[in-house]
């Protein structure tokens, strides 16, 4: 099965006079057409470098694809691996087959530019549109993200714009050339419930409607809940856990997944329960410790996991988290973790 991207062992380094940061550290995950990843984690776990080593958007130097693969199948094609492509080739690419939402609108768009030029810009670029086609479908791009009034808006400044108008003019200009692929960097940070809401919504409709594949990338497990399909968990530069997200929602098998779900609250859960916070802090990924990075953070932690990280490890089906389909490719659990016993997994943090 060929997926719309797929990236393999990649590794992406900062060469810094503190050492070299492995911000990317052998990282492994695909996403499909019409499908929602979400990549979570903490900050500075390599979820945002993940997604700019795909657009090619590492600054060089510091920063270098040391290795792996970022395979691209556009419209079916045979797949074009982006860890390689020319800097022409990925102009051709950025904004136009593949587009990107990212984390901060105020600093992303231009604050010098009008609305109306940053918009028509990606259309003369990458559809040879000019002028008053251009104008037409820029504004038809803003009326169907929700910005009232599209035709009067169309002209004004970022700045005279409130924080949810900016995110959905960014999700304009991604969405302007139809991409097949679209990676959304915490695209509802900073927004009120209400204004979040909307947003997911707005990129949801656009999976089901046009297929695109989606990369979400956040720290928040309740945008994730809502709307991935599968769902990956970085820790340190690599990622931990991964599979459908009912099965990790459900039956979380890493001790950093459940550390996770267990320091954020819930609706459904008794009012007399604790906020369980994960001991610790995150290594220094210019020093990361041998074997298992969480380790230091992990009650049950055993000799073997200071010395080998974990390898792969599929979770059989259970009948209590619903269903998957753990005869197709790429939808089985898979964790990295060296403790097989679920009861001393789901013990850490409890206390």
Known sequence: MTHLLEVKNLKTHFFTEEGVVKAVDGVSYHVDRAEVLGIVGESGSGKSVSSLSTMRLIPEPPGKIVSGEILFSSKGDKPKDLARASELEMQRIRGNRIAMIFQDPMTSLNPYLRISRQLTEVLELHKNMKGNEARERGIEMLKAVGIPDPSRRFDDYPHQLSGGMRQRVMIAMALLCEPELLIADEPTTALDVTIQAQILELIAERRDLSKVGVVLITHDLGVVARL?????????????????????????????????????????????????????????????????????????????????????????????????RSSSEGAAHIVHCHEEDLEKVQAVGAT
């Open 228 to 324: 991935a399909d599968r769902v990956a968990v970085m820790y340190a530069g690599r990622i931990v856990e991964q599979g459908p997200a009912t099965q990790i929602f459900k039956d979380p098998r890493h001790p950093y997944t459940v550390g996770l779900a267990r320091s954020i609250p819930r609706l459904d859960d008794d009012r007399s329960r604790r906020l369980v916070p994960i001991p610790g802090m995150p290594p220094s990924l210019a020093k990361v410790p041998s074997g298992c990075p969480f380790r230091a953070r992990c009650k049950n932690a055993m000799q073997v996991c200071a010395e080998v990280f974990p390898a792969e490890r599929v979770i059989p089906y259970s009948e209590d988290t619903g269903t998957f």
